[in-house]
């Protein structure tokens, strides 16, 4: 069993508003977007001059003209992440990171992350796009628990808009950035506790959603969003189905829309005040939209809560995990 100490997130300033991208004149506008995915406002790394000016015709610019680089992201995720869990930098004995759209293809992102905080531990990147939240946690949940260090950082940095075509208004109205960390540990306990994690892979399906190298996002969006629904559904039925008539019982769903995060609570009998998002606010941003919602909770989460956080991702990939909250004295 994994316990979460602390987990943070970090949101950039520059705003992506539905007024901003009706101005690009791609064809949409806020009642176009408001029915079609449910999102106001995402943030972004990029400067709101240069999309307006280049709509990214040139990802490999993007990294370029960039406000913040992953690592500068992660940091201030990580730190509140660590202030939650009462801990310094130095207490952390191994850094795990995973981006969709990396900052660098060599070293590991994680090294990158590990020096911005000063931390000299073991550094390492797994990544499975929108679903490396829950892989990094099922990953360590699979390790014996006296071969990891007491407290594991890992990290989630999504700088998705670099690869956006702000030409394209089916991808342009759906991404956002942001970052989350969380601080782990297998043998100290905390008031958190991972009772349960699950993932895999439609492998065979892995080219229903890719950003070639420095290139755009791509998908086939009615493909990506069944395959959404249905998983995260299923995952969703799974874990509640040992907990009873559990009436704190919270969903965290993967941020990819607002109608698809509600088609799937209304298939698995979820009400909206189990239910926990911040898609509307901020958009897709990738791995780290489950996590900084719970993030967001966090000071709300009490005794008796169980969360359930359903994820899914290119790959074809899913993870799922549940958390239990107790009064740990």
């Given amino acids: 069993m994994l316990y979460l100490h602390g987990i943070g997130h970090f949101h950039p300033e520059n705003v992506i508003t539905n007024r901003f991208l009706e101005e690009l004149g791609i064809g949409t506008d806020e009642a176009w977007i408001m029915e079609r995915v449910g999102i106001r406002e995402r943030r972004t790394v990029l400067p709101l001059d240069y999309i307006r000016e280049t709509r990214n015709r040139e990802p490999r610019v993007a990294h370029e003209v960039s406000l913040y680089?992953?690592?500068?992201?992660?940091?201030?995720?990580?730190r509140m992440a660590l202030e939650r869990a009462g801990l310094a930098p130095a207490d952390i004995g191994m850094v795990i990171s995973g981006s969709s759209i990396p900052s660098?293809?060599?070293?590991?992102?994680?090294?990158?992350?590990?020096?911005?905080?000063?931390?000299?531990?073991?550094?390492?990147?797994?990544?499975?796009?929108?679903?490396?939240?829950?892989?990094?946690?099922?990953?360590?949940?699979?390790m014996a628990p006296d071969k990891l260090p007491p407290f594991v950082l890992i990290t989630q940095p999504e700088g998705i808009t670099r690869a956006i075509d702000f030409s394209d208004r089916s991808s342009a109205v759906l991404f956002g950035d942001a970052c989350s960390a969380a601080v782990l540990s297998a043998t100290v306990r905390s008031r958190v506790a991972v009772?349960?994690?699950?993932?895999?892979?439609?492998?065979?399906?892995?080219?229903?959603?890719?950003?070639?190298?420095?290139s755009h996002f791509r998908?086939?969006?009615?493909?990506?969003?069944?395959f959404?629904?249905?998983?995260?559904?299923?995952?969703?039925?799974?874990?509640?189905?040992?907990?009873?008539?559990a009436r704190q019982f919270r969903l965290i769903g993967h941020q990819a829309n607002l109608g698809a995060?509600?088609?799937?609570?209304?298939?698995?009998?979820?009400?909206?005040?189990?239910?926990?998002?911040?898609v509307s606010d901020f958009g897709n941003t990738g791995s780290s939209g489950a996590p900084a919602v719970l993030s967001a909770h966090w000071d709300e989460l009490e005794p008796g809560d169980r969360v359930a956080i359903c994820l899914v991702g290119a790959g074809l990939t899913w993870a799922n995990l549940l958390l239990a909250v107790e009064d740990v004295r």
Wanted: proline letters at 4%; a negative charge.
């Fill in 195 to 214: 009772v349960e994690s699950n993932c895999g892979t439609n492998a065979a399906a892995w080219e229903k959603v890719s950003i070639p190298f420095a």
């Fill in 228 to 245: 959404a629904i249905r998983r995260m559904t299923e995952s969703l039925q799974a874990l509640k189905a040992g907990l009873g008539d």
């Fill in 261 to 278: 995060l509600r088609t799937v609570c209304e298939r698995a009998g979820i009400a909206d005040s189990q239910h926990w998002h911040n």
């Fill in 104 to 142: 660098y293809t060599t070293p590991a992102e994680a090294a990158t992350v590990a020096a911005e905080l000063g931390i000299d531990a073991p550094c390492l990147d797994v990544n499975s796009a929108c679903t490396t939240f829950g892989m990094q946690v099922d990953l360590l949940n699979r």
């Fill in 219 to 226: 998908q086939d969006g009615h493909a990506v969003q069944g």
């Fill in 69 to 78: 680089r992953n690592a500068q992201m992660a940091a201030p995720a990580a």
